[in-house]
């Protein structure tokens, strides 16, 4: 499996697409050989630094079991761990698990198919060139990633960036590279692929997305910018430079995540970043006064959500004004430099408040202050 990986690395890197092509099943359907030509292309249209392809059975094992009656020949299904650096805008790896079905034919191995596991919940990291060509704007501080379609809008949603990044370092405190891709897909549909989303996504407007390695410790990956345009579109320039701000602070503290950090902090502190960080947001109305739990975020009407994001927000607020502007960021940093340790989340954000904001000023008190 490594061999047929490392082939397909090489002929990337050499600009060889007869070469990675000649890595595809011979007998897959044009479909899957035409799809295989998109990801090539896309790939090396865009200023790629590194890419990386590694068959791995640490986690998963071999998932082929039964495929070989399907493709009527011996099946291997590892997970394949794809690691992606865009030149001068990634700091890090992205890294994303593609499940890869390898079949032998005449004592060879190739790529026979890519989706095998859907129906397990298990689906290939997919990128904007999966769905068609794709174009960049390299600026001073995004790679903007569209189709030719939109590129008008690509565009604007470039130089909105640029006035919301310039916005966001004069109101965060902690050191990032302040280079990012910023994707736009052609729908919500392709959104939800490029996301695996589960949730609502006509509920939102932007998304920061980055996950995690575990293999020896936690060590978050390289983060990018998503943008739900259909929604996103329909506000006024003021609003949308605010809400990539606030998406600009959830890629900044990347660097500084670890697994404690609850949803109501990540956005609590994005929130309060991208609206101006007031120190005076107290009680939003109709609140319960409890902190809301992750799934609050994602889940319910409109109405909760935007209720979630405001009470996190006001929670951030109301310890800035307590313990001054630089305490919900040290707030997020101590939390992240917990990795692997003792107790549940709410245990780890007890301990993380006394240390930034002193002994008496724990959980409790800030879920009955703000």
């Not at 060139?129 to 174009?135: E, I, K, L, S």
């Not at 379609?149 to 310039?166: D, G």
């Not at 005076?280 to 409890?290: A, L, N, Q, T, W």
């Not at 990795?339 to 408040?353: I, Q, T």
């Amino acid at each position: 499996m490594q061999g047929v990986l490392d082939a397909r690395v090489a002929a990337l890197k050499a600009g060889d697409r007869n070469g990675w092509l000649a890595t595809v099943d011979p007998k897959a359907g044009d479909g899957f050989r035409v799809a295989q030509a998109h990801i090539f292309d896309g790939l090396r249209s865009l200023p790629v630094e590194s890419y990386g392809l590694e068959a791995r059975t640490d986690d998963s094992g071999d998932l082929g079991a039964g495929l070989d009656k399907k493709y009527g020949a011996p099946v291997q299904l590892p997970e394949t761990r794809q690691r992606l650096r865009f030149k001068g805008y990634d700091d890090r790896d992205d890294v994303q698990s593609l499940w890869l079905t390898f079949v032998q034919r005449d004592g060879n191995w190739y790529v026979a198919g890519d989706d095998d596991l859907a129906d397990l919940g298990l689906d290939t990291a997919r990128g904007p060139w999966d769905f068609g060509p794709v174009q960049a704007i390299e600026g001073d501080h995004f790679l903007t990633l569209f189709h030719p379609a939109q590129s008008e809008r690509a565009n604007a949603l470039s130089a909105m960036a640029e006035e919301a990044i310039a916005t966001q370092a004069k109101r965060w405190d902690q050191p990032w590279s302040g280079r990012i891709p910023l994707i736009v897909p052609a729908d919500t549909k392709e959104l939800e692929q490029l996301l695996q989303s589960t949730i609502d996504l006509d509920k939102f407007v932007a998304f920061v997305n980055y996950s995690s390695i575990r293999d020896t410790g936690w060590e978050s990956t390289a983060p990018r910018v998503y943008v739900q345009d259909a929604n996103l579109s329909r506000y006024d320039r003021a609003f949308q430079v605010e809400t990539l701000v606030h998406e600009l602070t959830h890629a900044s503290g990347a660097p500084l995540a670890g697994p404690f950090i609850p949803a109501w902090v990540h956005e609590g502190v994005a929130d309060w970043v991208a609206t101006g960080r007031s120190t005076k947001e107290r009680h939003p109305k109709g609140s319960d006064r409890v902190l809301p739990r992750d799934y609050e975020f994602s889940t319910g009407s409109q109405k909760a959500i935007v209720q979630a994001y405001a009470e996190s927000r006001s929670a951030m607020s109301y310890l800035s004004a307590k313990r001054g502007l630089g305490a919900p960021s040290a707030l997020f940093r101590t939390l992240g430099e917990a990795k692997v340790a003792p107790g549940n989340v709410d245990y780890r954000v007890d301990a993380a408040m006394r240390t930034v904001a002193g002994p008496g000023f724990g959980l409790a008190e800030l879920e009955r202050g703000f």
